[in-house]
């Protein structure tokens, strides 16, 4: 009978949980386990995505996964609350951000010909980012600096009443940037 | 302690109910039904679907009668004109963006989302709504997903969860574009998924559905140089007659062999016949396990469980039994010994077998369920010739389960051949045989056929939760003791509750037993298990409520009862112990049929042969789940 042969070393947890710690990095598998000695561990899914995301600008399936396991909350529910909220993504971003500003001031200001210069030049449309991940195109809603308008913020930065013909000039600058290792916001969300 | 008491007013008459009680329940005592779609008694409340709504006085807004608990002077009115076209507003709403196509549709006269526009007085569609553009998820075996068909309502997330502990399914995204899937959008067969299909039962419209496999059948049916074989599980017997108006409960063992025969089966064989080999079988497995270990020993004839073990308590698959499950060991067995008596080529067979359970669908198909035959000569490596013999039927739509032979061990002078060539769903049968005009209610009563025919009521009681345990207690104490068992009835392992643990006496052997439905009780002794704290000698685990009597492929339930009822699982459960008790034959071992097997064929139980053809093994799967 079968009982008789040795029984084949069936658990594969410590594979699983090695992948997830590997997926996630040290300190956010550390976060975890740090959560995990707590009650209700589960209750801390957001904030964990939180440093994912801060950590990896983005959440993959594989991060997801990693998270699940690491903090035993079934990978169905982790990913239905990532993909509810609005403040998590769920695709990667570009390293610059380039939010056009779509409020009333910029608009009449001639914003509309400002995006479509940018959609234009990038071959991206609206929350799309570039093949070589350098950029992802959004829109705002008043950024507070109506007489700079029309306004386009890359990053941290604001740009004032861009024309479209400054276009290509501001790209290639940050482009540039892109290029140099140090330089960048890498890390940025 | 006595529960303190609400008077509430409800459509003007008064009634005094416990507190705590929903204003559904209330009215529920009054006789009054109020239309729900996302309610479901037996999961939690989500209150999303706002059909349960009524008016309750000095309340500036409709309430969920689902989910709002009574309070003492509460006025409730359940119909008004208003309230009643809130309601159909609600429910036209839902069919705004549903498909048109309820005469094709799977669930049409099934439907409760069918049902409920028609009591709501739907008779028109006002909008044309944006549709919901979903891909068909076919990747499964057993399970189709098709969200197009989704109103939300969440019981499938529910059920899968609360009842299973699996947490396959979350609704993702939001809005309009909210989607029940599996995490990150995966296909059903990249997923957590342990194929139990209880998510088909407790979806109200066509979300979820069985893979098809009745084309193929009829296909096989109707070839001449096949012979078709039929297995019908122990439950189907026991719950097929509720769609020809036999009250729930009503044994229908005879009358199915009948309309099986008519619809054309060559043979029809008992699934029973596969329980008893399946009961020696582990009888023998545990008196092994008893000496040299490991226990517990787990049973494995429920393949979501199975599925389960392999996905969620990897750790524990030494402790699964070795046997295969009765469908399968009835299938290896008409392919080689009744093959042999016939003389039949393995290849000629086809081989149907009728389950309660859509994981079946999903356990014929896994390669090591298959048998090795010698390559005819000539034909050794040949990939086009060997696809195009044997019961290759071609698929007939999508959402057909493919039912070719597998090539498998192709090139090294083997061909494997699935045991079982097509598993259908108790539900899928009852439209087979409606469809062939067949009235089953009326027909005389048939005999199964020999040699795998006859079966012991051991054998019966194996499609309700308990049912594998007591058939092995009564094979064990005997083989244990060595004389005849005093009893037969183990009436402590009957496990209506969920969850059952007790001693039994076998001999000076004190057996410490576990039963489980449902995998959100299973989950509790596997714990108890890893933990060892009180080793247990033998477990029983079925996937589902209930165990075979609520699996994923029984038909949908009669008037006046819900999916998951106890009292309709009860019924069917009391078919399969009253036909027990009404056999002379109830012990696996005095099956005639059994011992001529063991005698004539496999060379005693435990046996080198016995072993090939009835035991598996079992391995880790990903994606591992979360338990």
């Known amino acids: ?189 | 302690m006595r529960k303190k008491k609400v008077s509430l007013t409800i459509d003007g008459g008064r009634v005094t109910v416990d507190e705590g009680t929903t204003i559904m329940q209330a009215c529920q005592q009054l006789g009054i039904r109020i239309p729900r779609l996302c309610y479901h008694p037996e999961l939690s409340l989500m209150g999303s679907c706002r059909v349960c709504i009524v008016e309750v006085k000095d309340m500036g807004f409709y309430m969920t009668s689902c989910s709002q608990k009574v309070w003492e002077g509460m006025d409730v009115q359940t119909n008004s004109p208003e309230i009643r076209q809130a309601r159909r507003d609600i429910v036209e709403l839902l069919l705004d963006n549903h498909p048109q196509d309820c005469q094709t549709c799977e669930r049409d006269g099934n439907c409760e989302l069918q049902n409920l526009a028609h009591a709501m007085g739907v008779r028109a569609r006002h909008f044309e709504g944006r549709r919901k553009r979903f891909p068909l998820d076919l990747s499964s075996h057993s399970v189709v997903r098709d969200s197009e068909k989704c109103v939300l309502c969440g019981r499938c997330v529910r059920v899968c969860a609360e009842i299973q502990g699996v947490t396959n399914l979350s609704q993702h995204g939001r809005g309009f574009l909210t989607v029940v899937t599996p995490a990150h959008g995966a296909n059903m067969d990249d997923s957590v998924c342990i194929q139990c299909g209880q998510c088909i039962n407790v979806c109200p419209t066509a979300a979820f559905l069985e893979k098809r496999g009745a084309g193929a059948v009829w296909e096989a049916i109707a070839r001449a140089d096949l012979h078709v074989v039929v297995q019908t599980a122990p439950s189907i017997r026991a719950a097929i007659g509720e769609g020809f108006g036999l009250p729930p409960g009503t044994p229908a063992t005879g009358r199915m062999v009948t309309a099986l025969r008519r619809l054309g089966f060559d043979a029809v064989f008992d699934t029973d016949l596969g329980a008893d080999l399946t009961i020696i079988e582990e009888a023998h497995e545990l008196l092994t396990r008893l000496k040299e270990g490991p226990l517990p020993m787990i049973t494995s004839c429920s393949p979501g469980w199975v599925s389960f073990l392999e996905k969620f308590y990897p750790e524990l698959i030494p402790h699964a039994s070795t046997c295969r499950s009765p469908m399968s060991m009835l299938s290896a067995l008409t392919k080689t010994y009744y093959a042999e008596r016939k003389g039949l080529d393995p290849r000629q067979i086809f081989m149907v077998a009728v389950m309660p359970c859509v994981a079946k669908k999903y356990e014929a198909n896994r390669p090591e369920h298959v048998l090795d035959l010698p390559s005819p000569a000539g034909r050794g490596a040949g990939g086009e010739g060997a696809a195009a013999e044997g019961p290759g039927v071609r698929a007939e739509a999508p959402g057909v389960a493919s039912i070719s032979p597998l090539p498998l061990g192709e090139g090294q002078g083997v061909r494997a051949v699935p045991l079982t060539d097509a598993v259908l769903t108790t539900r899928e049968l009852l439209w087979m045989i409606k469809c062939y005009g067949i009235e089953l209610a009326t027909l005389p009563e048939g005999e199964f056929d020999p040699p795998l025919g006859s079966a012991s009521g051991a054998g019966d009681i194996f499609g309700t939760t308990g049912g594998v345990m007591e058939a092995t207690l009564r094979a064990a104490s005997e083989l244990v003791t060595g004389r005849p068992a005093d009893r037969l009835d183990f009436t402590e392992v009957r496990n209506v509750a969920g969850l059952r643990e007790t001693y039994v006496a076998i001999g000076e052997h004190n057996i410490h037993v576990g039963v489980a439905n449902g995998l959100t009780n299973a989950k509790i002794l596997l714990d108890k298990v890893k933990e060892g704290k009180e080793p247990f000698h033998v477990i029983e685990v079925m996937a589902c409520p209930g165990g075979c009597v609520g699996g994923g492929g029984q038909p949908y339930p009669p008037e006046g009862f819900h999916i998951l009822d106890p009292r309709l699982l009860a019924k069917r459960a009391a078919a399969l112990y009253a036909i027990d008790a009404g056999k002379k034959l109830r012990k696996s071992y005095e099956n005639p049929a059994i011992e001529e097997v063991y005698d004539t064929f496999l060379g005693g139980p435990g046996s080198e042969k016995a072993h090939r053809l009835l035991h598996t093994r079992y391995a880790a799967k990903l994606p591992r789940g979360i338990r």
């Not at chain 1, 997926?23 to 904030?47: K, N, T, Y």
């Not at chain 1, 971003?93 to 779509?102: A, E, N």
């Not at chain 1, 913020?153 to 024309?163: A, K, L």
């Open chain 1, 1 to 189: 009978m079968s009982t008789s042969l040795p029984c084949p070393a069936t658990d594969n947890w410590e594979e699983v949980r090695a992948a997830a710690r590997y997926a996630l990095g040290e300190p956010i598998a550390e976060f975890i386990d740090q959560c995990r000695r707590e009650p209700q561990p589960e209750s801390q899914l957001i904030a964990v995505l939180h440093r994912v995301q801060a950590q990896f600008g983005y959440l993959s399936p594989a991060h997801l996964d990693a998270v699940a396991q690491l903090l035993q909350v079934p990978a169905a529910t982790v990913a239905g609350v990532a993909s509810f909220y609005h403040f998590f993504r769920l695709q990667p971003r570009g390293k610059f951000i380039l939010s056009v500003c779509l409020g009333t001031a910029c608009y009449v200001k001639g914003a509309d010909r400002l995006a479509q210069r940018i959609i234009d030049e990038l071959g991206i449309t609206w929350g799309e980012t570039t093949k070589d991940g350098v950029f992802t195109l959004e829109q705002a809603r008043c950024l507070g600096t109506c007489g700079l308008a029309p306004v386009l913020m890359i990053g941290e930065e604001i740009h004032g009443q861009v024309t479209p013909d400054q276009v290509p000039a501001i790209l290639e600058k940050y482009l540039k940037r892109a290029r140099q290792p140090a330089a960048g916001t890498a890390g940025r969300g």
